[in-house]
């Protein structure tokens, strides 16, 4: 009679493999990452990742939501943080230049630029980060929204266009920082960003 090694411990870290999994991913982006790259860098061999995480794609996916719980969590966390909204988004942007420019990790946002080039094979890569960059002009919407309700922006100001701004500078901020932009050059931008935010009636 055989013995099943069914439910026997994985033999690695399943967390640190997901870490060197992120970072890999976030320096080359989905297409430029490779099976062999991700099992070398995250020291298992094929059959182990196909196991532990599916296919590459599912193995993105579980990445891409783990940047949302850890590196990427610092703007809902800005956000929630300050009780005047103004501070919240100003708060977003310093700590976009400092994470987005941190050399412990690749430059810029993995949402933004894990999908720069894709293929009609990976469209479906693009399409599902464009929809996580697009809840979050959601949440900010939302947030800006509020900010006009309790008055700490005035009744006709637009929150869609100032949602979409402020997107389109962390955006900016994550690509800068990927050309070699500095924490400071791209404090500066953040403070010079928050010029349009439009102050309420005396």
Same mark, same amino acid.
């Given at each position: ?69 850890? +590196?990427? =969590?610092?703007? %809902? *966390? /800005?956000? #929630? @943080?300050?009780?005047? &909204?103004?501070?919240?988004?100003? !708060?977003? $942007? ?45 949440? +900010?919407? =939302?947030?800006? %929204? *509020? /900010?006009? #309700? @309790?008055?700490?922006? &005035?009744?006709?100001?637009?929150? !869609?266009? $100032? ?40």
């Amino acid at each position: 009679m055989t013995t099943t090694k069914r439910g026997r411990p994985r033999s690695f870290d399943r967390e640190a493999a997901l870490v060197q999994a992120t970072l890999l991913f976030w320096q080359h982006g989905y297409e430029g990452t490779s099976i062999s790259d991700l099992t070398a860098a995250m020291g298992i061999s094929p059959p182990s990742l196909y196991a532990a995480f599916g296919d590459k794609r599912a193995l993105f996916t579980e990445v891409v939501d783990r940047y949302g719980t850890t +590196f990427g =969590a610092f703007m %809902e *966390d /800005a956000l #929630a @943080r300050e009780r005047d &909204p103004r501070a919240g988004f100003a !708060r977003m $942007l310093e700590e976009a230049a400092v994470s987005y420019t941190d050399p412990g990790h690749p430059a810029g946002c993995l949402v933004i630029s894990a999908a720069t080039n894709y293929s009609p094979q990976t469209a479906d890569v693009e399409q599902d980060l464009r929809a996580r960059r697009t809840a979050n002009v959601g949440s +900010f919407e =939302a947030r800006l %929204e *509020d /900010a006009r #309700a @309790r008055g700490a922006l &005035p009744e006709d100001a637009d929150t !869609r266009a $100032l949602a979409v701004y402020f997107a389109a500078v962390v955006q900016g901020m994550s690509q800068q920082a990927r050309d070699g932009a500095s924490t400071q050059e791209l404090r500066r931008v953040a403070r010079l960003a928050m010029n349009a935010w439009p102050e309420p009636p005396a």
